[in-house]
Every structure is written in structure tokens, then in C-alpha cells.
């Protein structure tokens, strides 16, 4: 990673400081409300799939992205508020101002699709929001290392200070062929042709969760191997003909079949 990058060591801090508000607000949470906030966390997550109705479930990798949309965008219990919300009404006094000011940058994130427009190899990516048209650079030393320009990435973007970085994302990308149809889908469904989507839509919790399914749904049949059928319908299944014949026929059968296209 180069430190010596602009902003390269801001962002490592920020990061850090993250992953450390992350920790309080679990302890906060195991203490108010155990596990059923955890299952109530995934139960949002993956509502919205419609990929195996009768076994939802998520994979590991999947967590970093369901589980910073479930800190700070799921609403929870009567008040529908998020955990963070709930955090900072506990214990905001207690934090320190840049520990309160990355929380509310948290808040103030989005979720969307991200076109990545350049990449500084272990450093960071130029990204560009396709729903918004706002561009960041987001330093990402892992990230960088594989990403390649014209991919898109479907998460958050947290603006905190002159910085930016990833504060949740997806672990599929798409090609931008690829996430178009989708992209499109969610502009008119906030009835925007042109103009970028406005950035109280997309914070919109049951937006952002359906926006989660349809992109797993899109991932899961990009995964797939295609379905092979005949004209009918039928499933392609691999199949061996064994044929006999009489051996003193052997050189005209092998005659007929080289005149066979």
C-alpha cells in the first residue's frame, strides 16, 4: 500500500476507526437485544431474493456488505430506527467527535451501483455512480490489486472528511453490459429518465433491499450454466448409441458413414 498516496494514511485511520465503532455498536446491540436483531439483520437481507423462497439463505462472503446496510439502514423495533440510530442515542455523549462524525457519515451513505472507472493498483479506484453521476475515489489497497476499469460494484461509498472508501459491498461484480438492464430498472422506479436518481430515494431502506435481491438474482443466474434443450424443450442429456453390425460389413459401413456431413 503506499502510504505516500494523498490521502493514503487518512483513510487507513478512518478505516480503522471504523472497524472499531463497528465493535462497540455489536457490544451495544449483544447487550440491548441478543440475537434476534442479528436474525432479524439477515432476515432483511435476504427477503427481497426471490432466488430459493423455501431455503433463503446467505453466503459468508456475503456479510460485508448485509451487515454494515443492517447497522445503519435496516429500521428496527416500533420506532423503525437503525442500530446506529439507537447507538448514538445511548452513547453519542460518550464518543469522541470524529468517532460521531464517521457514524453519521455512515448514515448519510447510499447504497448503488458503481462503475469503476479507474484503478491505481494498491491504492485506490475512480469510481462513478451510475444512479447518481457522482464520482469519488475510494482508496481500496485489497480491491485494487484484481479490479479492472468498466466493471461494476454494487455498495456503499462513505464520504468522511476529504477521504473516501467502501464501506460495504457485494463480492460479485458485473460487467457494465451486464448491471445496465438493472440500473435502468431502478431509475424508473424513482421515475428518473435523465436526471441523476435523488439521493433520498436511494437511502431509502425498502429501495436498498430490493435493490439487494434483484442484484443477487442477477448474480445467481450470471452463475448458473446455461439450460441446453431441444426445440421442444426438452432437457440436452448426454447419451452413447451403440450400433452392431455384421464384421464382413465393417469397410461398407465406414464407407457410408465418411459420406455423412
Same mark, same amino acid.
Given at each position: 500500500? &503506499?502510504?505516500? !498516496?494523498?490521502?493514503?494514511?487518512?483513510?487507513?485511520? !478512518?478505516?480503522?476507526?471504523?472497524?472499531?465503532?463497528?465493535?462497540? $455498536?455489536?457490544?451495544?446491540?449483544?447487550?440491548?437485544?441478543?440475537?434476534?436483531?442479528?436474525?432479524?439483520?439477515?432476515?432483511?437481507?435476504?427477503?427481497? #431474493?426471490?432466488? /430459493?423462497? &423455501? !431455503?433463503?439463505?446467505?453466503?459468508?462472503?456475503?456479510?460485508?456488505?448485509?451487515?454494515?446496510?443492517?447497522?445503519?439502514?435496516?429500521?428496527?423495533?416500533?420506532?423503525?430506527?437503525?442500530?446506529?440510530?439507537?447507538?448514538?442515542? &445511548?452513547?453519542?455523549?460518550?464518543?469522541?467527535?470524529?468517532?460521531?462524525?464517521?457514524? /453519521?457519515?455512515? $448514515?448519510?451513505?447510499?447504497?448503488?451501483?458503481?462503475?469503476?472507472? !479507474?484503478? #491505481?493498483?494498491?491504492?485506490?479506484?475512480?469510481?462513478?455512480?451510475?444512479?447518481?453521476?457522482?464520482?469519488?475515489?475510494?482508496?481500496?489497497?485489497?480491491?485494487?490489486?484484481?479490479?479492472?476499469?468498466?466493471?461494476?460494484?454494487?455498495?456503499?461509498?462513505?464520504?468522511?472528511?476529504?477521504?473516501?472508501?467502501?464501506?460495504?459491498?457485494?463480492?460479485?461484480?458485473?460487467?457494465?453490459?451486464?448491471?445496465? @438492464?438493472?440500473?435502468?430498472?431502478?431509475?424508473?422506479?424513482?421515475?428518473?429518465?435523465?436526471?441523476?436518481?435523488?439521493?433520498?430515494?436511494?437511502? /431509502?431502506?425498502?429501495?436498498?433491499?430490493?435493490?439487494?435481491?434483484?442484484?443477487?438474482?442477477?448474480?445467481?443466474?450470471?452463475?448458473? @450454466?446455461?439450460?441446453?434443450?431441444?426445440?421442444?424443450?426438452?432437457?440436452?442429456?448426454?447419451?452413447?448409441?451403440?450400433?452392431?453390425?455384421?464384421?464382413?460389413?465393417?469397410? #461398407?459401413?465406414?464407407?457410408?458413414?465418411?459420406?455423412?456431413?
Amino acid at each position: 500500500h &503506499d502510504e505516500a !498516496a494523498p490521502g493514503a494514511r487518512e483513510a487507513m485511520a !478512518a478505516q480503522q476507526l471504523d472497524h472499531d465503532l463497528v465493535d462497540r $455498536m455489536m457490544q451495544f446491540c449483544s447487550r440491548r437485544f441478543g440475537q434476534e436483531w442479528f436474525d432479524n439483520a439477515i432476515e432483511a437481507y435476504v427477503d427481497f #431474493e426471490g432466488i /430459493d423462497p &423455501d !431455503a433463503p439463505h446467505i453466503d459468508q462472503s456475503e456479510l460485508q456488505l448485509a451487515m454494515p446496510w443492517a447497522y445503519h439502514s435496516v429500521p428496527w423495533g416500533r420506532m423503525g430506527e437503525s442500530l446506529a440510530e439507537l447507538f448514538v442515542r &445511548d452513547q453519542g455523549r460518550k464518543l469522541p467527535p470524529d468517532s460521531r462524525a464517521l457514524v /453519521d457519515a455512515q $448514515m448519510h451513505a447510499w447504497l448503488s451501483f458503481w462503475r469503476i472507472d !479507474a484503478v #491505481e493498483r494498491g491504492v485506490g479506484l475512480r469510481l462513478h455512480d451510475l444512479l447518481t453521476q457522482e464520482e469519488r475515489f475510494v482508496h481500496e489497497r485489497m480491491g485494487s490489486q484484481q479490479a479492472e476499469p468498466g466493471l461494476v460494484i454494487f455498495g456503499r461509498v462513505v464520504d468522511f472528511g476529504a477521504i473516501s472508501f467502501i464501506a460495504g459491498m457485494h463480492p460479485h461484480v458485473l460487467s457494465f453490459v451486464d448491471a445496465s @438492464p438493472l440500473v435502468e430498472r431502478v431509475k424508473r422506479s424513482c421515475r428518473v429518465r435523465t436526471r441523476p436518481v435523488p439521493l433520498k430515494s436511494l437511502r /431509502d431502506p425498502e429501495l436498498q433491499g430490493w435493490m439487494i435481491g434483484e442484484w443477487r438474482r442477477l448474480v445467481h443466474a450470471r452463475l448458473l @450454466p446455461p439450460t441446453i434443450t431441444n426445440t421442444d424443450g426438452d432437457p440436452w442429456e448426454s447419451t452413447v448409441d451403440h450400433l452392431m453390425f455384421a464384421r464382413t460389413d465393417r469397410a #461398407e459401413v465406414i464407407a457410408r458413414l465418411a459420406l455423412l456431413e
